[in-house]
C-alpha cells in the first residue's frame, strides 16, 4: 500500500523539519519526506491542506484495563480512544489483574494488541511480584516477553532494602526503573493536596512532602546503584527542583508531567468535582505554573495522558470516596496545543513532549517521520475546536474534569505502520 500525504504542514522535531511538504509511505513505512521517490504511484491519497503532519504521539502512562478490569474499559474501546488521539504507541503500567510480573502475562497483552488498528503496546513490568514490593520479580524474563521498564505504578516499595536490591538489579541488565514518588504514610487516607482548598473543604490532605521524601530515597538508591530511574508524573515545584539537582549531579533521573496538571490546579477541586480526584493530587497553583515552565525549557523531559478510565459507579460519589483517575488518551494532543498557545510556543518545541522525547525516555523507534521508520503518523487541524463531552470520547471511562470544554486541535487522520486507524475527516 502507498499513500501520498499532500500540502500539509510537516513537523518532526526531531529531524528538525517545520515546513510545508508532502509524506510518501510505502509497505508501512515512511519512504520521502518532501520529495516524490522515483516511480511512486499512491494507491492513496491524503489531502492535508491546512493540516498539520506529525509524529504519532508517544503516550508514557496509559491504562488499557486488560486483563482484569474490564469493567472500567477493553483492549478495543481504549485503542479507539488513542487511534481517535492520534496515539500510535504507548506505555501501558502493570497494574492490571493479575499485575504484569510473569512473561505469560506480559506476552498475552502484546498478542492481544496486535491489530492493524492498535497503537503499538509497550509494557511496564511489574518491578516486584503482585506489586507487592516483597520479592523482586525475574526482570530479565519480563524484559524477554517486551517489557521495556520496571516500575510499581501508584504503590509504593516500602521496604528500602527490596528498593535497593531492585535498582542493582535494573542497573546490572541497564533497566529503567519508572516510580512515582509517593510516601503511602505521609498520603495515608489524603484525597487532595494539603492546602487551603482541601482546608476550606474539610478533606484530608497530602502534602507535597509526601512527594519529596520518597523522591529523596529514589534519587539517593539512583546515586549509589548507578540505576536509571525515570519519575512518574512529578506534581511539584520543590519536587522539580530536586530532579534538576540530581541530574546535575550526574544521577540518570528523568521525569514526565500528566497533562492534567498543566491546567489544573487545588482549585479546580471546586465543589467537591470527583473527576477532581487525581493521583497524586492537584496541587497549588504556584506547583502548576512550576511545572508550565519545567515542560517548556526541558526540566521535565515529557508529558503523557496519565490515561485511567473507570466506570462511573467509583466517580458519581462523593469526593472522598471516588476513585482518583481521569482519561486522557483523547485530550492528550488538544491540551498539550492548549499549553503551547499559552505558553507562546511554536509547534516545533511543543510536539517533542509527546513525540520524539517520549519515545527516548521509552527507549523505542518512534516519535519520527525519519525515512524508513515505522509510518506511524498523526494529522490533526490545530484550528478546529472539539467540544468534550461524554458522547464525544471513545474511551469506555467517561471521567474528566474537560468536560464541557471547548479545545482546539482535532486528529483528523491516524496512521499505523501506513495503515489508516482513524478517519476522523467527516467528524
Not at 512515582?180 to 473543604?201: F, I, K, M, N, T
Not at 497549588?284 to 462511573?312: K, N
Not at 488538544?334 to 499559552?342: I, N, R, Y
Not at 510536539?351 to 515505522?374: F, M, N
Request: overall charge negative; hydrophobic content about 45%; aromatic content about 6%.
Amino acid at each position: 500500500m502507498k499513500i501520498h500525504i499532500k500540502n500539509g504542514h510537516v513537523v518532526d522535531p526531531f529531524n528538525g523539519i517545520d515546513r510545508i511538504a508532502d509524506v510518501f509511505i510505502a509497505a508501512g513505512r515512511i519512504a520521502a519526506v518532501g520529495y516524490e521517490p522515483a516511480g511512486f504511484q499512491a494507491n492513496s491519497v491524503i489531502d492535508a491542506n491546512g493540516l498539520v503532519v506529525c509524529p504519532g504521539l508517544v503516550d508514557l502512562a496509559a491504562r488499557l484495563r486488560e486483563p482484569g478490569f474490564e469493567y472500567k474499559a477493553t483492549l478495543d474501546s481504549e485503542m479507539a480512544a488513542a487511534a481517535a488521539g492520534g496515539v500510535t504507541s504507548l506505555a501501558c503500567p502493570p497494574d492490571t489483574d493479575p499485575p504484569l510480573d510473569e512473561p505469560g502475562l506480559v506476552q498475552m497483552l502484546k498478542y492481544r494488541a496486535r491489530h492493524p488498528n492498535f497503537a503499538h503496546v509497550f509494557p511496564i513490568g511489574a518491578l516486584t511480584v503482585k506489586l507487592a514490593g516483597e520479592r523482586l520479580t525475574e526482570m530479565a524474563e519480563l524484559a524477554e516477553a517486551g517489557c521495556v521498564a520496571f516500575g510499581q505504578a501508584n504503590t509504593a516499595v516500602l521496604d528500602t532494602q527490596v528498593l535497593l536490591r531492585a535498582f542493582q538489579y535494573a542497573a546490572t541488565f541497564d533497566f529503567p526503573v519508572w516510580l512515582q514518588a509517593q510516601d503511602p504514610y505521609l498520603a495515608r487516607a489524603g484525597v487532595a493536596h494539603d492546602g487551603e482548598v482541601a482546608a476550606r473543604l474539610g478533606l484530608t490532605g497530602i502534602p507535597v512532602a509526601a512527594e519529596t521524601v520518597a523522591l529523596a530515597t529514589i534519587l539517593q538508591l539512583a546515586r549509589e546503584t548507578g540505576a536509571r530511574v525515570h519519575i512518574n508524573r512529578i506534581s511539584s515545584r520543590i519536587g522539580l527542583e530536586m530532579i534538576v539537582s540530581a541530574r546535575a549531579a550526574g544521577i540518570a533521573a528523568t521525569c514526565d508531567v500528566g497533562v492534567h496538571y498543566l491546567h489544573l490546579c487545588e482549585n479546580d477541586v471546586g465543589y467537591f468535582d470527583p473527576h477532581a480526584r487525581l493521583d497524586p493530587p492537584l496541587r497549588a497553583q504556584s506547583d502548576r505554573d512550576a511545572l508550565r515552565q519545567g515542560l517548556a525549557d526541558g526540566s521535565i523531559d515529557a508529558l503523557c495522558s496519565d490515561h485511567a478510565p473507570v466506570d462511573d459507579d467509583v466517580k458519581q460519589v462523593p469526593f472522598a470516596e471516588a476513585e482518583p483517575g481521569a482519561t486522557g488518551l483523547e485530550l492528550l494532543l488538544p491540551l498539550t496545543l492548549k499549553w503551547a498557545s499559552e505558553m507562546k510556543l511554536p509547534l516545533s518545541r511543543a510536539l517533542p513532549r509527546i513525540t520524539s522525547d517520549a519515545a527516548r525516555i521509552l527507549g523505542v523507534p518512534a516519535g519520527t517521520l525519519s525515512v524508513g521508520s515505522a509510518a506511524d503518523i498523526c494529522v490533526f487541524d490545530p484550528q478546529a475546536t472539539l467540544r468534550i463531552s461524554r458522547e464525544t470520547l471513545k474511551s469506555q471511562g467517561k471521567n474528566t474534569p474537560f468536560i464541557g470544554y471547548e479545545l482546539a486541535g482535532r486528529v483528523r487522520y491516524t496512521l499505523i505502520d501506513g495503515h489508516l486507524a482513524y478517519d476522523g475527516s467527516w467528524d
